[in-house]
T-cell receptor
Framework: GAGVSQTPSNKVTEKGKYVELRCDPI?????LYWYRQSLGQGPEFLIY????????DSGLPNDRFFAVRPEGSVSTLKIQRTERGDSAVYLC?????????????????FGAGSRLTVL | QKEVEQDPGPLSVPEGAIVSLNCTYS??????FMWYRQYSRKGPELLMY????GNKEDGRFTAQVDKSSKYISLFIRDSQPSDSATYLC??????????????FGTGTRLTIIP
């Protein structure tokens, strides 16, 4: 597609429920990133995929969070036993490569985000 | 203390004014410096990036990096109402994973008054 597509745009759930957020990156982009943006804060890194594999998951806050990218394109962020503190906008970004900005190729394009509210 | 500090504002200036936005950081390993613009209910959009120290100009926008002071700036000349948005600084360091793991500031909310 023309841009990074994220669904749902809004999700309201109850504490303790399971949530899945989907990201459809720009066609041909091999690198995919998930970030989380809390109200009044900048985005915080969660996880990075190069192809199908999670190359860096150091930003996942705990084992309730998990992400997959089985075919190297669409990615799903999964949150188990949601807590009120998980409420945030979850941003997905993709880029052509993941190997550095100096070549000019690795510009991250962000989606509009999925706004998660846990009641 | 956060790795990247940015005044959250809000900042309001009249149309046509020069706007100065800045961030400080503590991680000396940062080598890539970026400015993103984020409109309400949208994802961040890359405005400019700089590798290491120096200045970079693109139209009405100028980015400056001073690594000795760990200080970066974004200047907007002839500001327009359409520039009203939140401006986020972001930085990254080379990593074993080869990825652009960005560390963002909190963002400065800017309003240009017509």
């Amino acid at each position: 597609g023309a841009g990074v597509s994220q669904t749902p745009s809004n999700k309201v759930t109850e504490k303790g429920k399971y949530v899945e957020l989907r990201c459809d990156p720009i066609s041909g982009h091999t690198a995919l990133y998930w970030y989380r943006q809390s109200l009044g804060q900048g985005p915080e890194f969660l996880i990075y995929f190069q192809g199908t594999g999670a190359a860096d998951d150091s930003g996942l806050p705990n084992d309730r969070f998990f992400a997959v990218r089985p075919e190297g394109s669409v990615s799903t962020l999964k949150i188990q036993r949601t807590e009120r503190g998980d409420s945030a906008v979850y941003l997905c970004a993709s880029s052509e490569t993941g190997t550095g900005l100096t070549s000019g190729a690795n510009v991250l394009t962000f989606g509009a985000g999925s706004r998660l509210t846990v009641l | 203390q956060k790795e990247v500090e940015q005044d959250p504002g809000p900042l309001s200036v009249p149309e046509g004014a020069i706007v100065s936005l800045n961030c400080t950081y503590s991680n000396s390993a940062f080598q890539y410096f970026m400015w993103y613009r984020q409109y309400s209910r949208k994802g961040p959009e890359l405005l400019m990036y700089t590798y290491s120290s120096g200045n970079k100009e693109d139209g009405r926008f100028t980015a400056q990096v001073d690594k000795s002071s760990k200080y970066i700036s974004l200047f907007i000349r002839d500001s327009q109402p359409s520039d009203s948005a939140t401006y986020l600084c972001a930085m990254s360091a080379p990593s074993n994973f080869g990825n652009e793991k960005l560390t963002f500031g909190t963002g400065t909310r800017l309003t240009i008054i017509p």
